[in-house]
């Protein structure tokens, strides 16, 4: 097994890329931490203690990250998205469990140190978690094996303004000193999550296993099925945060992914260009579909 530790903003794709982890024979899941996104980082973490609580696997610490990006304030979240708690408005059992002592930051630190050289991070929000961390421990860069991170909007279009995507838009700052880390990035952006999507019929699956975890999955994607049905004109959903989680574990093969060097921008001004010294690994494409692949390890979650 590998170690892995997940920086989210729990988030319906979040849940759902948490549940395929949780599910992959592959992946020894060290720690979560949690940073304001699609809802504020306190909210995200009891999401996710929920969820584990539902799989059954409360031995996953899971701290609570940055509250406010670098540099400025939270936006409050993308409750249209994600409904006002950010699992669309379902209401989990509430497990007692309470969020690690230990800040998002001391968590990773702490697991890259534990796993050096070996620990592949995965981030499903923005990268504010990351970049405090490595302001803390620099040494992050070479202990750390490299980092998927779900953010972006390369050549596609945005999908918070005409440019830019929700992970990258919250925190530009962040994303800026975590590309331009100089460590192994593999970003996935707009680009291809947008083109891998579950339908109904991966919802029905999830529905129809029963066990909790699968039917408060099923239950949060209807109302991610209402939002996106304006947009696609099908109930339909795209798997931003599982394709992450996907690419990383290696189930998600690319296909087009070449180095770039990036220009973070943020209200139109570039914030740093730093990121063309440390090119990342940008994918746009896969070789095959995702959904099923996502669908199959969610449902060995439990
Ligand atoms: C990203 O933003 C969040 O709303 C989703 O969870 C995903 O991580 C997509 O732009
Ligand atoms: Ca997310």
Known sequence: MTAFHLDCDTGIDDALALAYLLGHPGVDLTGIGT??????????????LDLL??????????????????GGDFAGGAGPVHGSNG??????????????????????IEAAHRHPGELRVITTGPLTNLALALRR??????????????GGAVRAP???TGNAEANIANDPAAAAEVLGAGWPVTLVPLDVTMQHRFTEHDRAALAGHGTPLTAALAAMLTSYFDFYETRFG???VPLHDPLAAGI????????????????IE???QVVEDTAARHPTKVVFSLTGAAAPVIRTLILEAV
């Open 87 to 108: 699992i669309g408005g379902v209401e989990l059992p509430h497990t007692t469990r309470m969020p690690d002592d230990r800040s998002a930051t001391d968590l990773l």
């Open 234 to 236: 099908e109930r339909q």
């Open 35 to 48: 940073v304001s996104g699609n809802t504020a980082a306190g909210q995200a973490a009891r999401n996710t």
């Open 266 to 268: 943020s209200d139109g």
């Open 137 to 150: 421990e620099p040494e992050l860069v070479t202990l750390v094996h490299d980092v998927t991170a779900m």
């Open 53 to 70: 609580a539902l799989a059954g696997r409360d031995d996953v610490p899971v701290a609570t990250g940055a509250h406010h990006p670098l």
């Open 248 to 263: 990383a574990t290696g189930d998600l093969v690319p296909l087009d992914a070449p180095l770039l060097g990036l220009r």
């Open 158 to 160: 945005g999908n918070i």
